[in-house]
């Protein structure tokens, strides 16, 4: 099998990640639970969790035209107000990269400024841009990258790019979602791919709100990540055909490298961009924050921690979620989202 599928397994200390870290104020790595997320969710239907879609690769296709892509709106809310919220419950999970173990890594120098990815390895397939649509017309766009799973077909972006938060739009799940991989200047260099299911926490649909300024508001946005599984292409799997980058869930982060294809000015969506930090900053709401000016559009863009700059591949740690002007926040994965992974990875 020319990629090395990792099955899933504490196969590391959950400090083996953080060894060499440097990092304000603390580890983003949840302390003693203060919930049972079982009984959480033991009375939730599959389809809270969840969206099957009925549409097929060619109508998915057939919708994204060249000018629908073009109209694309970047979707991404301004961080507001901060919410206390209970302690998710520490896992220490670790999902190696299709190409095998990521060893220690130098620090990454910070580098803020969203300056095109050039040194892509794994990352050029990957990471790439994620269209959905909502009803009444709206067309957005986020970004998205491949992870490594045992089915073979599982992407991971942000909660907000694939559900309503807002609420103007029936608080529904996104329709005719489309990846496409090294997008550049709107080329598929590594095909398009169609998700034939979308999977995202309770907690961000019911809890994930935003003001009337556009700011975010609840606990929900604890939890902004989403779990995709697209549909073969070409009789290949995505992760058979592009590669998996690797997952960390409740690991002490190292460096963080962030990926996205941010689209409102100064930038244009039209390349990979990058922003790097030797140090983070965890919040009191199971978030954390990395200095970068991408804005939205990168939006559901990994942040990498073990992040090997040459080979372009590392652990997913978080995702890009709000931003401001200097600032991008992400949630810290968890067993919530590591409840979702599997589920996402069974089909379930």
């Not at 959480?40 to 919708?63: C, H, I, M, W």
């Amino acid at each position: 099998m020319r990629h090395l599928r990792t099955a899933l397994a504490v196969l590391m200390a959950v400090t083996a990640l953080g060894a060499c870290t440097t990092a304000l104020p603390g580890t983003p790595k949840a302390g003693p639970s203060t919930r049972n997320v079982e009984e959480e969710l033991a009375g939730t239907k599959e389809s809270d969790l969840r969206k099957v879609f009925t549409s097929t690769p060619q109508q998915v296709n057939d919708y994204w035209s060249a000018e629908r892509m073009r109209s694309a709106q970047p979707r991404q809310p301004q961080p507001g107000q901060v919410t206390d919220v209970p302690k998710d419950e520490p896992v220490g999970v670790i999902i190696h990269p299709t190409s095998g173990p990521v060893g220690p890594t130098k620090p990454l120098p910070r580098d803020d400024s969203g300056d095109v990815w050039t040194r892509a390895g794994l990352t050029a397939t990957t990471m790439g841009r994620l269209y959905m649509s909502y009803p009444g017309g709206y067309n957005g766009l986020c970004s998205a990258s491949v992870v490594n799973s045992g089915s073979g077909v599982i992407v991971a972006t942000a909660a907000h790019c694939i559900w309503d938060y807002s609420g103007k739009r029936n608080s529904s799940w996104a329709e005719n979602v489309l990846f496409i991989p090294g997008d550049t200047a709107g080329q598929a260099p590594y095909g398009r791919w169609t998700a034939e299911a979308i999977y995202a926490p309770v907690e961000f649909q019911q809890k994930a709100k935003i003001n009337a300024s556009g700011g975010t508001i609840g606990e929900g946005w604890s939890y902004d990540i989403a779990y995709l599984r697209m549909r073969p292409v070409g009789g290949k799997n995505i992760e058979d055909a592009l590669g998996g980058q690797g997952q960390a869930f409740d690991a002490a982060s190292e460096s963080i490298r962030s990926l996205g294809y941010p689209s409102a000015p100064p930038f244009d969506g039209t390349q990979m961009r990058s922003c790097s930090s030797p140090t983070w900053t965890a919040n009191r709401n199971n978030t954390f924050t990395i200095p970068c000016k991408m804005t939205p559009g990168s939006s559901g863009g990994p942040w990498y921690t073990r992040f090997d700059d040459v080979k372009g591949v590392g652990y997913l740690v978080s995702t890009n979620s709000t931003g401001g002007s200097t600032q991008m926040n992400g949630s810290l994965l968890g067993k919530i989202a590591y409840d979702v992974y599997k589920r996402a990875d069974a089909g379930s």
